[in-house]
């Protein structure tokens, strides 16, 4: 794991401005990824995977659906019970393995997942070294190497998941002089942006439902983000630790330090089922 990084407080609670908004609050774990040389057993993104080596190394679930390319999957994501107890572990697991496809697949260029639960200690011999993936890869789905450093905060709905009325409401006061410090209930006030665990997903488009193959309507899981923040979001969200580093100049590490790409600077979000006791894993990704 990481230093600890931490998000400064909300100016104010914004339910106290549209108490609307009481009851919604969520929590959610910013994993905040950094580079750095996780281990196999370490909660990482990019890093290396606690792997049997006697279980196949996956290939892409669908390699219809791009091109010529026979892309296999890069290790993006690992997370352990003792790093991340929010996730909502199967009986007998306590390890989150996502693994992704890294080309863009048609007709929507969403990049196909595949999700393994299971218990560490079980894994017996592990895998010393996976399979590169192929050279036609893209490489902007490729992280770079991240050691986590998993935070708990507290957010409030997206605002396009909020009723037409209070979004309207919202704006109205972002631009009123009650407003005057400027703050920005998208940006600042709502969903943490960045790779999280919980708690609300962060669209950047319209909002999706997803419904598990038994017609469950399934839960946030986590996202991947193509980016931990941008310089306005920044101004509520940035880690203290950090906040110096926040500049026009800032070097892409302090934004994006994973160094991946998701279509056009978006995420990656993956839903799960809280009804079903295998808890089924769906995924789909939105570009800006």
């Known amino acids: 794991m990481s230093m600890g990084l931490t998000t400064p407080s909300a100016p104010f609670d914004a339910a106290t401005v549209f108490p609307q908004l009481a009851g919604q609050r969520r929590t959610t774990v910013r994993l905040h990824p950094r580079q750095g040389q996780p281990a196999i057993t370490d909660s990482s993104m990019g890093g290396p995977l606690l792997w049997p080596a006697d279980e196949p190394w996956p290939s ?3 390699p219809l659906s791009h091109g010529p390319s026979k892309g296999r999957d890069p290790l993006p994501l690992q997370l352990f019970a003792r790093d991340v107890p929010e996730l909502p572990f199967p009986d007998d697991t306590d390890t989150l393995q996502v693994l992704w496809c890294p080309v863009d697949h048609k007709p929507y260029s969403e990049s196909h997942t595949i999700v393994r639960w299971r218990k560490a200690e079980e894994v017996g011999s592990p895998l010393i070294e996976a399979p590169e993936p192929n050279p036609d890869s893209d490489d902007s789905y490729l992280p770079t190497a991240c050691v986590l450093s998993p935070e708990r905060v507290e957010e409030y709905p997206d605002g396009w998941e909020l009723p037409a009325e209070l979004r309207a409401r919202i704006w109205a006061w972002e631009e009123s002089a009650a407003n005057s410090d400027g703050w920005s209930y998208f940006s600042h006030l709502a969903t943490a942006p960045g790779s999280k ?3 609300w997903a962060n669209w950047i488009q319209d909002p999706e439902q997803s419904v ?3 017609g469950h309507e399934m839960a946030h899981l986590l996202t ?3 980016g931990e923040l941008d310089i306005e979001s ?9 906040r110096p580093l926040l500049t026009p100049h800032a ?5 994006n330090p994973a160094d991946v790409m998701i279509q056009d600077a978006g ?3 993956l839903f799960v089922c809280l009804e079903c006791p295998e808890r089924p ?3 789909l990704s939105q570009g800006s």
Do not use: K, N, T
């Open 234 to 242: 920044g101004r509520r969200w940035a880690p203290v630790e950090e």
């Open 197 to 199: 665990v919980g708690g």
């Open 281 to 283: 894993v769906e995924s």
């Open 267 to 269: 995420s990656l979000y």
């Open 224 to 226: 991947i983000a193509s």
């Open 251 to 255: 070097p892409p590490e302090v934004q």
């Open 60 to 62: 892409c679930p669908e």
């Open 212 to 214: 598990c193959d038994r």
